[in-house]
């Protein structure tokens, strides 16, 4: 019944009204334009969504639909559903957030969440590679981008060094103040400061040997196997907005990810 009631409902007027023909399932469609208000910050991070009911009624489409749709930003993180409140845009300082993205395990398989620790930050020019990474455009104030070196700890130990890029322009007048103050994780502070909220990542592993700065900071031997982690974080509608390059500690952890678990 749904099903009859979203196809006499595909031509109303709204959001997506003249999109329905493209070759996406609808549900695709009212995410994507969830998605899209989201980016514009029209609901802010914290902040509850409208009932099924009236998204409904602003898409044109019936409750199963957009739950479809709901349930998808959900699984991926961007949303959170809090029993009997609602559903909620989702904080990247909450633990479920944070284990998004912090995949190391201690050898027991404990795991804890991680302490961010500034070390340095600096704004320069962005070398060329970083520069097509970011998607970054041709004119000097474009390239211009902040690096940041950071240390996550876990029970105090240093387990993770990593050197980040992320465009000027998206972060204006940020600070080693700023960043410290601004949340528990780096990813957190991006989004209570500036709104930008990080929904996936993209990664390359490889093993290296620890040069003189690791080894200072990771506290391990120079020349000694860590993992190194290279990263490509998005924002929505698959836009980059960060570039990092870490090196994980492997005597005492280990890198894991479980994916498709439901929780």
Do not use: C
């Not at 949303?79 to 633990?95: F, I, M, P, S």
């Amino acid at each position: 019944m749904k099903h009859h009631a979203d196809t006499r409902n595909a031509g109303a007027p709204g959001p997506l009204h003249g999109a329905l023909l493209a070759p996406q399932p609808l549900y695709r469609q009212v995410r994507n334009a969830i998605v899209d208000g989201l980016s514009r910050g029209e609901w802010k991070p914290g902040e509850m969504l409208p009932n099924e009911r009236r998204l409904a009624d602003r898409f044109g489409v019936g409750i199963a639909t957009v739950r479809a749709a709901v349930s998808e930003l959900a699984a991926t993180k961007v949303l959170a559903r809090r029993q009997g409140k609602g559903t909620y845009v989702a904080l990247q300082d909450e633990r479920r957030s944070i284990y998004q993205f912090f995949h190391v395990v201690r050898n027991d398989g404990v795991k804890n969440l991680p302490v961010s620790e500034l070390v340095g930050l600096k704004k320069a020019r962005a070398d060329a590679q970083t520069a097509y990474l970011l998607n970054l455009g041709p004119r000097p104030e474009s390239l211009q981008v902040y690096k940041l070196r950071n240390v996550l700890k876990v029970a105090g130990i240093p387990v993770v060094i990593s050197d980040i890029a992320i465009p000027a322009a998206l972060f204006p007048g940020l600070t080693e103040h700023r960043i410290r103050t601004g949340g528990v994780t780096l990813y957190a502070a991006y989004q209570s400061l500036y709104g930008v909220n990080i929904v996936r990542a993209s990664e390359q592993l490889r093993a290296v040997k620890a040069d003189a700065l690791t080894s200072k900071l990771l506290a391990v031997k120079a020349g000694e196997p860590v993992l190194e982690v290279r990263r490509i974080a998005y924002t929505f509608n698959d836009v980059p907005v960060e570039v990092r390059r870490s090196r994980v500690e492997t005597d005492n952890y280990y890198y894991f990810v479980d994916q498709g678990a439901v929780r």
